[in-house]
């Protein structure tokens, strides 16, 4: 149980005082009435003694007894009805509250922490109330009449006669028949006569001469004069006397209360009338005449002209309720005691004390006495008698029955004068006078004898006070006997079915039982009287309970929590909406956040009901926001009332304020961080063959590695743009902005270009949710250009403003359970600075269906309108957390966040904007095709944009064409093939003779030192303005490899204006292309051993060029035609083919590969001197009737561009940490020797059959030769990863690099060739020894002097080497030591010599050379690379 203000030591000598009963003659009741009091009332707040008070016990035995109190009141001859206490009782709870501001406990039980209200008024003063109305019964005398006051006035004119009035009233209502109430303690009660003195009106002599009269005939210990009114009440309000009577009226005035909550109240009439009458003091503050001696009816009395059922119902009940509230409006300002002084005040207490000390006692004292002595003589004869008479007429003891048995029975009742009630007398005085040992043991001997005779309702009585006894003596000489109490519950309950008495026993047990700590035990009593006869007491009792369990050692939390809300809820049937709800608030502590969600929902829900009931509407909303926010388990129709509900209350709240700020609504959720904002307007969709251009659009998914991508791009091409340097002031261009995108700055938008704004919702429940009138909420800043801010904020869009329009989606359905996300748009018609605050809407939910599939599901659902049952404007937020900060130290210590301000754009002037078409762009190619396509730029802005650029990571897929685009007129078969090349038609006579025509890289974009990626777009005027468009055609070229590629372009453009804010804009697009495979080229170039040319130069070389058709035949190619082949190099050009001289045709099926070799020579002195560093010389061979201008676009373009690509490929770069520079200059020449810079560009035709039609494609492949007798391809080769070797752990010897230079880059250092005779005829028998001259031709190949030495002498190795080569000498010097010139060609005449004819080998000689400047010699030997073979014959 709670706290509480009294201990139960306190409580229980408070409850059960001697009551002393008032007649008042009508002068004495109008004296103090002029206080606004009934004489009783005068008394209460004094009834209390101030000191101690002794009294002999029938033993003579000096008794103290301490803080004796008395009850005074009027009598009343009407018992009060259970219907008016039970009202009583319901105005004393509902009008006792906790304090505002308490504070509350805080117990800490485990990991809960509760704020608990220490203590509960409401019970206490429940209870107080409850004890004080106990109806007087037959087996009880605590609280009858002991005592009677008498009270007349001083100015009544024959005052003496009056009192014996008054006495004879008092007698006719004791000993008269017709008086079943009040109830007497004993025949003879005491009288005490009272004379009211009014000081300052009445006549102070009159007054003592009648009180010396008084004190003859009573005696002076049976009268009193008591003066009040010492001042006259007009002078009230001149000095402040304290009221004491204020606290003991509030009480009896709460009846006034305007109607009681519980609607209407049947009181049920109880079959044991006895135990139902009631007496209850003066808490009437009306004055009633009518009775001449003034006693009125009962104020707990009902109304008897009500119907007979005694109900409180109907009209009555209203009119009663309304009379109530003028006169609760007419007592507000009431003082009490307002003629009183405080001499006054000491007179009352006074004259208590004197009737307490010389009246009541020395009363109470004789009658003790005279009670004991009875039983004393009595004890012997007529107990005995009195029990044999019993067995003889009952033949034997009446077996004991047990409690069940007698249910049906309250047992016999005893006349008053029956012994066994004279003990229960003495007991109930002793009690009274705190004599608790005398009690207990009379109690206990009643007890007995009740029981001996079955008298149920006695011994129930008897056993409760002997309890009370045994608990309250002295000294507690014996323990406190709980099981009486249990048996007095049970058989008040059970047998006497009297609730009320039960009540009683139930209260004064817990409060002893809590006082021992026995909390369990409390508990479990006072659960066992909750029943449904009493909403109210089971609500109290249950609070109470729930207290204990909160209270034990170790605290009963959850068990708390439950009786908690088994209290609120008989609260709220009780009608104590105000206790419901703190009850249920006080259990959702323990509730709450634990997982019980259907428990918490039912609280919520409860807690909503409740504060809407009592108009706290903001407690209410919150409560049911919680049950529509959490993770709900309920059903969908539970969910669906949950949400009404919450609706309803919510509009009543909004039409409380219609013009204050929106609410903040729970649903849908918004996940705010998955806001995205896009700047700019829809993409277009493709129409026909135009398709615009991806960019970036709120459909795309966020991929890093892309933006990245992007990022690049945009950094290069404003490199390039700002000579090659980014600014500072750079930042990526970002037209959507999501929780990946850096969100640390202001975004920019640009004006009259909308901006979009997806919120992602998610509908938690499982009823669907529509949202109507959707639109941003936004706050908006104009910047003037006068320099003046004025800040313009709106809440609410109506009509078309000028600043920002605001697009609003009508209806918005959001199925259960459902993500969805809502695209709403702003329209800035301003610069300044916008703020997205969050979004508005009114929420609502659908009629009739709990789900819906899709809009129109619903029956009667037209066009996608729902019927809406009810809906409430509100708004949420859009609130991002930024990204947790992480750089500084401080940083990484606290959790601080950075800012996130997508929804703050600033919108900044106009900017052109730019929107691309590709025409004819195709999406499958074979790999190494060339298509052509047709870009359209369009200018969608009103300013005109400039410097387009378009740059990607693949610039050999695409071209514009160089500026020889236009030179070249076409073929008429080219056009009538539509083909993408340039042709001129050939003369037969020149096939397979190199046509030469030469281009310089920098028409193609590919400069020294220009970035190839960036390609400028070739605008007309270079300027393109608002609204004019351009189309420009575009050639495609499909990549090498094949699968499918993703090519991403970025256009990059500016305002002819140039703009503070943004300086360009961009447009990106991602072409997707699948690439199928076509042919594989792979070539190698060897140096050609016939040295004679035209020009008597040597370097001819061999380029031998194997084209393999590896498409399979699902693209429906049929064969592939090699048209031309081209070669484009600085130095180099092809001369002619040296295999296809007869055969013009080069057809490739499927899988077949084609071998062809041609001739390639240098390009002539004068025309390399004539070129600069960047023209190539193009040579084209064409097998077919047209030439391909190899040198114009696009075949150029695309050369260039995989040049370009090649070149950028890291080189493999030696790294000589060596002695001397000129050892790697050494090297450097010996390599270039080997190197050959010679590009192939195959150029061909493929026939394809689709749809019964043939096409042609056409395509080129590239092949670049860097390496003498290095093969090389036309497509990347995959790289074989090593397989893993095991871990070595050494330390390197020598950790320089080798500088030596290979033997392949050695042995091209010369170059050999040996002329003879192929056959040489020889008459052996004429001439035995054949000799034929041969001619060594040695050619320097370097730019660089070279030493060489020939060596003519066989290498004696082997003995098949030997074989073969003894059979001949060579004659004259063995060794010559030469020094040849750069590129000088030196030949020796040499002679070999034979003795047989057969086939020899002369291609022994052996060649060293050295650089001549070098100390170094790195000499080897020059292999021939095929053997020389003579025949000899004989004549």
């Given at each position: 149980m709670a706290q509480c203000v009294q201990s139960v030591q306190e409580l229980i000598p408070d409850s059960f005082v001697p009551c002393v009963a008032a007649l008042c003659s009508d002068e004495a009741e109008r004296l103090t009435r002029l206080n606004h009091l009934s004489f009783a009332e005068l008394l209460k707040p004094f009834s209390r003694l101030t000191s101690e008070v002794h009294m002999r016990d029938p033993n003579n035995q000096l008794h103290i007894i301490k803080n004796l109190k008395i009850a005074v009141s009027n009598i009343i001859t009407q018992p009060p009805q259970p219907g008016a206490i039970r009202k009583l009782l319901n105005d004393v709870v509902s009008g006792s509250q906790p304090a505002e501001g308490l504070v509350a406990n805080v117990i800490t039980a485990g990991d809960y922490?509760?704020?608990?209200?220490?203590?509960?008024?409401?019970?206490?003063?429940?209870?107080?109330?409850?004890?004080?109305?106990?109806?007087?019964?037959?087996?009880?005398?605590?609280?009858?009449?002991?005592?009677?006051?008498?009270?007349?006035?001083?100015?009544?004119?024959?005052?003496?006669?009056?009192?014996?009035?008054?006495?004879?009233?008092?007698?006719?209502?004791?000993?008269?028949?017709?008086?079943?109430?009040?109830?007497?303690?004993?025949?003879?009660?005491?009288?005490?006569?009272?004379?009211?003195?009014?000081?300052?009106?009445?006549?102070?002599?009159?007054?003592?001469?009648?009180?010396?009269?008084?004190?003859?005939?009573?005696?002076?210990?049976?009268?009193?004069?008591?003066?009040?009114?010492?001042?006259?009440?007009?002078?009230?309000?001149?000095?402040?006397?304290?009221?004491?009577?204020?606290?003991?009226?509030?009480?009896?005035?709460?009846?006034?209360?305007?109607?009681?909550?519980?609607?209407?109240?049947?009181?049920?009439?109880?079959?044991?009338?006895?135990?139902?009458?009631?007496?209850?003091?003066?808490?009437?503050?009306?004055?009633?005449?009518?009775?001449?001696?003034?006693?009125?009816?009962?104020?707990?009395?009902?109304?008897?002209?009500?119907?007979?059922?005694?109900?409180?119902?109907?009209?009555?009940?209203?009119?009663?309720?309304?009379?109530?509230?003028?006169?609760?409006?007419?007592?507000?300002?009431?003082?009490?005691?307002?003629?009183?002084?405080?001499?006054?005040?000491?007179?009352?207490?006074?004259?208590?004390q004197e009737f307490t000390f010389r009246g009541l006692l020395p009363h109470i004292e004789k009658t003790i006495r005279q009670l004991n002595d009875q039983l004393i003589s009595r004890k012997g004869l007529s107990r005995s008698l009195f029990s044999a008479t019993k067995k003889w007429f009952s033949g034997s003891k009446v077996p004991e029955k047990s409690i069940n048995e007698l249910k049906n029975t309250s047992g016999l009742l005893y006349p008053p004068e029956a012994p066994e009630l004279q003990i229960r007398k003495m007991a109930d005085l002793c009690f009274l006078v705190q004599h608790y040992d005398l009690a207990y043991s009379c109690y206990h001997t009643a007890k007995k004898d009740f029981l001996n005779d079955q008298a149920m309702l006695y011994a129930a009585g008897a056993l409760e006070m002997a309890a009370v006894s045994a608990f309250l003596q002295p000294g507690a000489p014996r323990p406190y006997p709980a099981h009486y109490m249990d048996t007095a519950i049970q058989?008040?309950?059970?047998?006497?079915?009297?609730?009320?008495?039960?009540?009683?026993?139930?209260?004064?047990s817990a409060e002893?039982?809590?006082?021992?700590?026995?909390?369990?035990?409390?508990?479990?009593?006072?659960?066992?009287?909750?029943?449904?006869?009493?909403?109210?007491?089971?609500?109290?009792?249950?609070?109470?309970?729930?207290?204990?369990?909160?209270?034990?050692?170790?605290?009963?939390?959850?068990?708390?929590?439950?009786?908690?809300?088994l209290a609120g809820h008989r609260f709220s049937k009780a009608g104590q909406k105000k206790h419901a709800l703190r009850c249920y608030c006080q259990a959702m502590q323990v509730y709450k956040g634990k997982g019980w969600s259907l428990a918490e929902d039912h609280i919520n829900f409860t807690i909503g009901r409740q504060s809407y009931t009592l108009r706290q509407l903001d407690n209410a909303v919150s409560a049911f926001r919680h049950i529509l926010i959490n993770e709900s388990k309920q059903s969908a129709a539970q969910q669906g009332a949950f949400l009404r509900e919450y609706l309803y209350v919510y509009k009543n709240v909004s039409q409380l304020s219609p013009d204050g700020p929106l609410p903040q609504l729970p649903l849908p959720y918004i996940n705010s961080s998955a806001t995205r904002v896009f700047f700019g307007h829809d993409r277009r969709p493709a129409d026909g063959e135009k398709q615009a251009a991806t960019h970036v659009s709120l459909d795309q998914e966020y991929d890093s590695e892309s933006s990245q991508q992007w990022r690049e791009l945009e950094e290069q091409v404003v490199a390039v743009v700002n000579k090659g340097i980014i600014p500072s002031s750079f930042y990526p261009t970002q037209y959507c902005l999501n929780s990946y995108s850096d969100n640390s700055r202001f975004p920019l938008a640009v004006v009259e270009e909308p901006i979009t704004v997806e919120v992602a919702f998610r509908n938690p429940l499982k009823v669907p949710l529509l949202l109507t009138d959707l639109s941003l909420l936004w706050k908006f800043q104009p910047k003037d250009f006068s320099g003046k801010d004025n800040e313009e904020v709106k809440e609410l869009i109506t009509g078309e403003p000028e600043m920002i329009g605001t697009e609003v989606i009508s209806e918005f359905l959001i199925n259960s359970e459902e993500s969805k996300v809502a695209r709403l748009k702003l329209f800035p018609h301003h610069i300044g600075e916008l703020h997205i605050l969050g979004v508005v809407y009114n929420l609502g939910t659908i009629q009739g269906s709990m789900t819906v599939d899709g809009i129109g599901a619903l029956p009667g659902c037209h066009t996608g309108?729902?019927?809406?049952?009810?809906?409430?404007?509100?708004?949420?937020?859009?609130?991002?957390?930024?990204?947790?900060?992480?750089?500084?130290?401080?940083?990484?210590?606290?959790?601080?966040?950075?800012?996130?301000?997508?929804?703050?754009?600033?919108?900044?002037?106009?900017?052109?904007?730019?929107?691309?078409?590709?025409?004819?762009?195709?999406?499958?190619?074979?790999?190494?095709?060339?298509?052509?396509?047709?870009?359209?730029?369009?200018?969608?802005?009103?300013?005109?944009?400039?410097?387009?650029?378009?740059?990607?990571?693949?610039?050999?897929?695409?071209?514009?064409?160089?500026?020889?685009?236009?030179?070249?007129?076409?073929?008429?078969?080219?056009?009538?093939?539509?083909?993408?090349?340039?042709?001129?038609?050939?003369?037969?006579?020149?096939?397979?003779?190199?046509?030469?025509?030469?281009?310089?890289?920098?028409?193609?974009?590919?400069?020294?030192?220009?970035?190839?990626?960036?390609?400028?777009?070739?605008?007309?005027?270079?300027?393109?303005?608002?609204?004019?468009?351009?189309?420009?055609?575009?050639?495609?070229?499909?990549?090498?490899?094949?699968?499918?590629?993703?090519?991403?372009?970025?256009?990059?453009?500016?305002?002819?204006k140039k703009q503070p804010k943004i300086r360009h804009r961009i447009l990106r697009h991602t072409a997707v292309i699948c690439t199928s495979r076509s042919l594989n080229v792979r070539a190698t170039v060897c140096r050609s051993n016939s040295l004679e040319d035209e020009e008597g130069r040597g370097g001819n070389m061999l380029v031998f060029v194997d084209v393999e058709n590896t498409n399979t035949s699902e693209a429906g190619v049929k064969e592939f035609h090699i048209v031309q082949v081209s070669s484009s190099s600085k130095l180099w050009k092809l001369q002619n083919s040296v295999n296809l001289a007869e055969n013009k045709e080069a057809k490739l099926a499927s899988r077949e590969k084609g071998k062809f070799c041609f001739k390639a020579v240098r390009c002539k002195e004068k025309e390399a001197a004539m070129q600069s560093s960047?023209?190539?010389?193009?040579?084209?061979?064409?097998?077919?009737?047209?030439?391909?201008?190899?040198?114009?676009?696009?075949?150029?373009?695309?050369?260039?561009?995989?040049?370009?690509?090649?070149?950028?490929?890291?080189?493999?770069?030696?790294?000589?940490?060596?002695e001397k520079h000129s050892i790697e200059d050494a090297v450097r020449l010996i390599q270039k020797c080997s190197e050959v810079d010679l590009n192939i560009i195959?150029?061909?035709?493929?026939?394809?059959?689709?749809?019964?039609?043939?096409?042609?494609?056409?395509?080129?492949?590239?092949?670049?030769?860097?390496?003498?007798?290095?093969?090389?391809?036309?497509?990347?080769?995959?790289?074989?990863?090593?397989?893993?070797?095991?871990?070595?752990?050494?330390?390197?010897?020598?950790?320089?690099?080798?500088?030596?230079?290979?033997?392949?880059?050695?042995?091209?250092?010369?170059?050999?060739?040996?002329?003879?005779?192929?056959?040489?005829?020889?008459?052996?028998?004429?001439?035995?020894?054949?000799?034929?001259?041969?001619?060594?031709?040695?050619?320097?190949?370097?730019?660089?002097?070279?030493?060489?030495?020939?060596?003519?002498?066989?290498?004696?190795?082997?003995?098949?080497?030997?074989?073969?080569?003894?059979?001949?000498?060579?004659?004259?010097?063995?060794?010559?030591?030469?020094?040849?010139?750069?590129?000088?060609?030196?030949?020796?005449?040499?002679?070999?010599?034979?003795?047989?004819?057969?086939?020899?080998?002369?291609?022994?000689?052996?060649?060293?050379?050295?650089?001549?400047?070098?100390?170094?010699?790195?000499?080897?030997?020059?292999?021939?690379?095929?053997?020389?073979?003579?025949?000899?014959?004989?004549?």
């Open positions: 922490d509760l704020n608990i209200s220490a203590t509960t008024p409401w019970f206490e003063s429940y209870r107080e109330t409850f004890l004080q109305s106990m109806p007087a019964s037959d087996h009880e005398f605590l609280n009858h009449y002991l005592a009677c006051m008498l009270v007349a006035s001083s100015n009544e004119v024959e005052p003496m006669e009056q009192f014996s009035k008054l006495s004879q009233e008092q007698h006719r209502i004791q000993h008269n028949n017709d008086y079943s109430y009040p109830k007497w303690f004993i025949p003879n009660t005491l009288k005490y006569y009272v004379l009211l003195h009014d000081v300052s009106a009445g006549d102070e002599q009159r007054a003592e001469s009648i009180y010396e009269e008084m004190k003859q005939k009573y005696g002076t210990q049976g009268c009193y004069l008591l003066k009040i009114n010492s001042r006259t009440s007009n002078r009230a309000s001149d000095e402040q006397i304290p009221d004491p009577w204020s606290q003991y009226l509030q009480k009896s005035s709460i009846q006034n209360q305007e109607s009681y909550e519980d609607g209407p109240c049947t009181i049920t009439s109880n079959k044991n009338s006895d135990s139902n009458l009631l007496s209850l003091d003066g808490l009437d503050n009306e004055v009633k005449d009518g009775l001449p001696n003034n006693f009125r009816a009962h104020p707990l009395q009902l109304d008897q002209s009500s119907d007979p059922s005694n109900s409180i119902d109907g009209p009555d009940h209203v009119k009663s309720a309304s009379s109530l509230h003028e006169t609760k409006k007419a007592n507000t300002g009431i003082i009490h005691g307002a003629c009183l002084t405080l001499t006054d005040h000491d007179r009352i207490r006074q004259f208590i058989t008040y309950r059970d047998i006497c079915r009297n609730m009320v008495l039960a009540e009683r026993c139930v209260l004064l002893i039982l809590k006082s021992q700590s026995k909390y369990s035990e409390a508990a479990a009593l006072l659960i066992r009287l909750t029943s449904e006869d009493s909403d109210l007491r089971s609500a109290l009792l249950l609070e109470q309970a729930a207290h204990c369990f909160i209270n034990m050692k170790s605290p009963m939390v959850r068990k708390y929590a439950f009786h908690m809300i309108k729902h019927s809406l049952s009810m809906s409430v404007r509100g708004r949420q937020d859009l609130e991002i957390q930024g990204p947790r900060l992480n750089n500084t130290k401080e940083e990484k210590t606290s959790i601080k966040y950075g800012p996130d301000r997508r929804l703050d754009p600033i919108i900044t002037e106009e900017m052109p904007l730019l929107e691309v078409f590709f025409i004819h762009f195709p999406t499958g190619l074979l790999c190494g095709e060339i298509r052509k396509a047709y870009v359209e730029f369009v200018n969608v802005s009103k300013c005109p944009l400039t410097a387009l650029k378009v740059v990607s990571k693949r610039p050999e897929f695409f071209t514009f064409g160089g500026n020889t685009a236009v030179l070249t007129p076409l073929s008429p078969s080219a056009s009538e093939n539509c083909s993408a090349y340039k042709t001129v038609v050939t003369d037969s006579t020149s096939v397979c003779t190199a046509l030469i025509s030469s281009a310089s890289s920098v028409d193609f974009g590919i400069g020294i030192g220009s970035q190839p990626e960036v390609i400028p777009v070739p605008l007309p005027d270079t300027v393109l303005l608002p609204g004019a468009s351009v189309q420009l055609p575009m050639w495609l070229r499909g990549p090498d490899e094949e699968g499918v590629h993703e090519i991403n372009f970025l256009f990059y453009y500016e305002s002819v960047e023209r190539y010389t193009f040579a084209d061979i064409i097998f077919g009737n047209e030439q391909i201008i190899s040198s114009a676009s696009p075949c150029a373009d695309f050369f260039y561009r995989s040049l370009s690509s090649e070149l950028k490929k890291p080189q493999a770069q030696l790294s000589l940490h060596t195959i150029l061909w035709k493929a026939y394809v059959v689709e749809d019964s039609k043939q096409l042609i494609l056409e395509g080129q492949h590239h092949v670049i030769l860097r390496t003498i007798g290095k093969e090389a391809f036309s497509y990347p080769q995959k790289q074989e990863l090593p397989e893993m070797e095991l871990l070595k752990f050494f330390r390197p010897e020598n950790t320089a690099v080798s500088s030596r230079p290979s033997v392949d880059q050695l042995s091209n250092l010369i170059k050999t060739s040996l002329h003879y005779p192929e056959s040489f005829n020889h008459p052996f028998h004429q001439k035995s020894l054949c000799l034929v001259p041969v001619t060594l031709l040695l050619s320097n190949c370097s730019k660089a002097d070279v030493d060489v030495i020939v060596d003519l002498r066989h290498k004696t190795t082997s003995p098949e080497a030997l074989e073969i080569h003894g059979s001949f000498t060579w004659l004259g010097q063995t060794q010559y030591k030469l020094q040849l010139k750069s590129q000088e060609i030196h030949s020796l005449q040499l002679k070999a010599c034979f003795v047989h004819t057969g086939v020899y080998n002369l291609g022994t000689p052996r060649v060293f050379a050295k650089l001549s400047d070098q100390v170094t010699v790195f000499e080897t030997s020059q292999q021939n690379s095929m053997p020389a073979l003579i025949i000899i014959n004989n004549m």
